[in-house]
């Protein structure tokens, strides 16, 4: 944004009616954004193929994640110890 005061130049003032111009075009509904998105999947299949094996990988990915961290795993672990069992060195 500009640093120069609006009384120094009042004809470049924001109006409402162009603030709201702005405003849709800025922001365009979910509907526009769906039809938007059903046409790159036309044009670009393989493309969209992709981006959701992507996103299928990363869901897969999380959810070993989120049951580790709000498991049953989660008291054990926070608590320092390890799962491992034996809390003594074995001597050999």
């Known amino acids: 944004m500009s640093s120069i005061p609006s009384k120094a130049m009042p004809h470049a003032a924001p109006t409402a009616e162009t ?3 702005e405003t849709e075009a800025a922001s ?4 526009e954004r769906a039809s938007g998105l059903a046409d790159l999947v036309r044009d670009h299949p393989k493309t969209a193929i992709a981006a959701g094996a ?3 990988a ?7 994640l989120a049951r580790r961290s709000w498991g049953k795993g989660a008291s054990t672990t926070s608590s320092g110890g390890n799962k ?9």
């Open 19 to 21: 603030e709201a111009a």
């Open 28 to 31: 365009p509904t979910l509907s």
């Open 54 to 56: 992507v996103l299928a």
């Open 58 to 64: 990363g869901a897969a990915a999380a959810i070993p």
């Open 84 to 92: 491992s069992g034996g809390g003594k060195a074995k001597k050999g």
